[in-house]
T-cell receptor, first 114, second 110 residues
Framework: EAQVTQNPRYLITVTGKKLTVTCSQNMNHEYMSWYRQDPGLGLRQIYYSMNVEVTDKGDVPEGYKVSRKEKRNFPLILESPSPNQTSLYFC?????????????FGNGTRLTVT | KQEVTQIPAALSVPEGENLVLNCSFTDSAIYNLQWFRQDPGKGLTSLLLIQSSQREQTSGRLNASLDKSSGRSTLYIAASQPGDSATYLCAVSPEGDMRFGAGTRLTVKP
């Protein structure tokens, strides 16, 4: 089954403790991206990657890191999480061949930083 | 900076009605526009994607149009059903950076 898999689904952590949220897709998509969704602020892009070893900042990259060493994986790293990073996070992917194909989303990771 | 606006923020209709959701964007330099559906606590599901060279796309009871020159898109839902109740979001991609609207929360009453 074609899918985008995020882990974990729920995560509670404390301020300053480094964490990684994993994202993997099995559709051989070139494009992958991370978003956070907050009430009243909607869905905002954190980082995106057009292909392996190519990453770019989205709207709200501060406090986050990403890497794209393999085509299928695009982990989101919070080096020193803070309470304002408490949010619902989504990973998504699509083909990129000069045009985008429909974006496939993961089921989300609900992160709480205390 | 690209801004995406969706009107109305919420909409409640009786079952069977045809309805239109609106999406506007400030910069016409886009690759495509997508409409998504989000159910509570779930991820987004792509409904329709309109490439910048296209004017509309149709899937079943859904029809989306794109007018780049005016910075507008509409999602038309025919013969609405209670199962259509969800939040509908539009998104534009200038390049890899995607911009989402805040969504329209649709309730279809039986």
């Amino acid at each position: 089954e074609a899918q985008v898999t995020q882990n974990p689904r729920y995560l509670i952590t404390v301020t300053g403790k480094k964490l990684t949220v994993t994202c993997s897709q099995n559709m051989n998509h070139e494009y992958m991206s991370w978003y956070r969704q907050d009430p009243g602020l909607g869905l905002r892009q954190i980082y995106y990657s057009m292909n392996v070893e190519v990453t770019d900042k989205g709207d709200v990259p501060e406090g986050y890191k990403v890497s794209r060493k393999e085509k299928r994986n695009f982990p989101l790293i919070l080096e020193s999480p803070s309470p304002n990073q408490t949010s619902l996070y989504f990973c998504a992917s699509s083909f990129w061949t000069g045009n985008f194909s429909p974006l496939h989303f993961g089921n989300g990771t609900r992160l709480t930083v205390t | 900076k690209q801004e995406v606006t969706q009107i109305p923020a919420a909409l409640s209709v009786p079952e069977g009605e045809n309805l239109v959701l609106n999406c506007s964007f400030t910069d016409s330099a886009i690759y495509n526009l997508q409409w998504f559906r989000q159910d509570p606590g779930k991820g987004l599901t792509s409904l329709l994607l309109i490439q910048s060279s296209q004017r509309e796309q149709t899937s079943g009871r859904l029809n989306a149009s794109l007018d780049k020159s005016s910075g507008r898109s509409t999602l038309y839902i025919a013969a609405s059903q209670p199962g259509d109740s969800a939040t509908y979001l539009c998104a534009v991609s200038p390049e890899g950076d995607m911009r989402f609207g805040a969504g329209t929360r649709l309730t279809v009453k039986p």
